[in-house]
């Protein structure tokens, strides 16, 4: 049976947390010492039981598949992937006990080389927040913007000195912005190649540097940009502009400016999704007898018909009222709930009419408190 773990289990390299433990409880059963006539049973049950116990665990294996077989296991004979032994119980990653993180595993055995440049690094994304209005997230609208950003120094075009400073070659690396070293680890002989810190990869010094931006090729300054707000877009969603957020390296590309977008609560509708919903109040009579009615609505005025009979707290749809999908066609709905309202006073024609209309249902009317109570608590 060979070593390699994944090929113990008989999965591929990119097998799941659960495919791993699924091939595990298969070949236990084959090789467990109680059960199987295999030859060397015992010795291929273990085989198995430390492939999935370092495939299960994510930083284990995380290292496992960095550093491979071999060297895995010679760093496991010099104090233990999982703690004790060696070192004063230590591990060989530098962690207090158990296997410490990636960027451990790289300081300690290739001198932090994990952090060392590969090439010219992209900048990195910048966020900020825009609040609109709900109108504006209906219309979509073309806003302005301002941000606090690092942009590359004018003065020395992101240099960090002056085009006419005087340079030498690199001490540090001779020149070549890099410097490679040797280190013997429990794992054996690692040479390992990382930007020179001196230099900081250029491979030449300069006896002068910019005023403008102290060397760091880099100056803050308030920035007005103009954003498109799409219509239909919802609270908390999030713009990317391109290229607008930090400089990158000369030679690279800037990052992104994220923009997160907050939409204002509206006096008159309530958003849910892309339907809005509105309350609004109707009169007794029109309630009674029916009416038409007139609603505000994001894109002007719209009516529609309150039928003879409607109770408070009814809902009526008003189709295509809501608000624009983001990014494609269409509306969605108004959700419009009536409210009856009772008058709070009363003139005496009004007084008498609803008298007689108490009077014509059957109840006596003698305060006119207590009848527009009645109808208050009958709503």
Not at 278 to 299: I, K, M, R, Y
């Amino acid at each position: 049976m060979s070593e390699d773990f994944y090929e113990v289990l008989g999965v591929s390299r990119d097998a799941s947390e659960d495919e791993i433990k699924d091939a595990y409880r298969k070949k236990a059963q084959q090789y467990h010492p109680d059960v199987s006539d295999e030859e060397n049973a015992e010795e291929k049950f273990k085989k198995v039981q430390k492939a999935k116990e370092v495939l299960t665990d994510e930083e284990k294996r995380q290292m496992y598949d960095q550093v491979g077989h071999e060297r895995f296991e010679q760093a496991e004979k010099h104090g233990g992937v999982g703690g004790g032994g060696g070192r004063g119980g230590g591990d060989p990653f530098g962690g207090a006990g158990g296997m410490g993180g990636m960027q451990d595993i790289f300081d300690q055995f290739f001198g932090g080389g994990g952090r060392g440049r590969s090439g010219p690094q992209q900048g990195q994304d910048l966020r900020t927040t825009l609040t609109i209005d709900l109108e504006d997230a209906y219309d979509g609208v073309e806003q302005e913007l301002s941000v606090r950003r690092p942009e590359t120094c004018p003065d020395c075009d992101g240099r960090g000195h002056p085009a006419d400073a005087d340079s030498r070659t690199c001490p540090q690396c001779n020149g070549q912005g890099q410097q490679t070293r040797v280190q013997q680890t429990p794992m054996g002989r690692v040479q390992q190649t990382q930007t020179c810190r001196r230099c900081e990869g250029e491979g030449t010094l300069y006896d002068e540097t910019c005023s403008t931006c102290r060397g760091e090729g880099t100056v803050r300054n308030e920035a007005t940009l103009s954003v498109e707000i799409p219509a239909g877009i919802r609270d908390g969603q999030t713009l990317r502009m391109d290229g607008e957020g930090a400089p990158g390296d000369r030679g690279a590309r800037n990052g992104d400016l994220l923009i997160e977008v907050s939409v204002r609560d509206h006096p008159d509708f309530e958003r849910d999704g892309d339907d809005l919903r509105h309350n609004h109040a109707v009169s007794f009579p029109q309630a009674v007898f029916g009416d038409t009615v007139e609603v505000p609505t994001l894109d002007g005025k719209a009516e529609f018909e309150v039928p003879a009979g409607t109770q408070s707290g009814e809902v009526f749809r008003l189709g295509g009222k809501g608000m624009p999908h983001l990014r494609r066609r269409g509306h969605g709905d108004l959700y419009v709930q009536v409210q009856v309202v009772t008058p709070d006073s009363l003139n005496e024609e009004q007084r008498e009419a609803l008298e007689a209309f108490a009077e014509a249902g059957g109840e006596e009317v003698e305060v006119e408190e207590g009848f527009f109570e009645k109808i208050k608590n009958s709503l």
